[in-house]
């Protein structure tokens, strides 16, 4: 059961299905009766965590979905084949973005590229960090801006000589635009 939505009939469909000769794991997802005319979706995934993703079918009204309905999806929507990357077997669905990889090496990849990203900005920031300390200032604040207005918060970095006071930081918070003025923390350099 969802634990963000009122539980709903079509739940009872949950389960454990057999395709292809692997066992997936079923949950009927919140869309399929939160928004009219969605047509019924189910997530999927083995134990194996090799093939995860989604079925949808928008003939289907979730009023009318039958378990029968998710075996039929299962068989004729996924393909078993071997991840490009890694050969083990998965279950592609074609709707998909995963270009034939299995969930983990897919996954895998993005989780590489998003450690490197923060392992550049890592050196960066301490690279800064460095420069800055050499021109006298102590301690940096790495602050988030809250947009009033709403939008996309932003983070910055407001370097100081002396450790700042709360009253100094929400200043410059509030120049800045935020509309919450805690969300900072100090890091001494």
């Given amino acids: 059961m969802s634990k963000f939505f009122a539980p709903h009939e ?12 692997l066992e997936v794991s079923v949950e009927v997802s919140p869309c399929s009766w939160l928004s009219a005319g969605y047509g019924f979706q189910f997530g999927y995934k083995t134990a194996d965590g090799h093939s995860h993703g989604f079925c949808h079918d928008k003939a289907i ?42 969930e983990k090496c897919f996954v895998g990849k993005i989780n590489a590229k998003i450690a490197d990203y923060e392992k550049q900005a890592a050196e960066k920031l ?43 930081i929400q200043t410059a918070l509030k120049d800045a635009g935020s509309a919450i003025l805690d969300d900072y923390q100090i890091v001494e350099l």
């Fill in 61 to 102: 009204d979730i009023k009318d979905a039958k378990p029968e309905d998710i075996q039929r999806l299962l068989d004729t929507t996924l393909k078993p084949e071997p991840c490009k990357t890694c050969g083990h077997t998965h279950l592609f669905n074609p709707t998909s973005n995963r270009k034939h990889e299995c």
């Fill in 126 to 168: 301490k690279k800064q960090d460095t420069r800055l300390k050499k021109k006298g200032f102590r301690f940096r604040v790495t602050a988030w801006i809250h947009p009033k207005a709403g939008g996309d918060d932003r983070m910055v970095d407001y370097y100081y000589p002396t450790k700042p006071t709360k009253t100094v």
């Fill in 10 to 21: 079509s739940e009872k469909m949950n389960g454990t299905f057999k395709t292809h000769g």
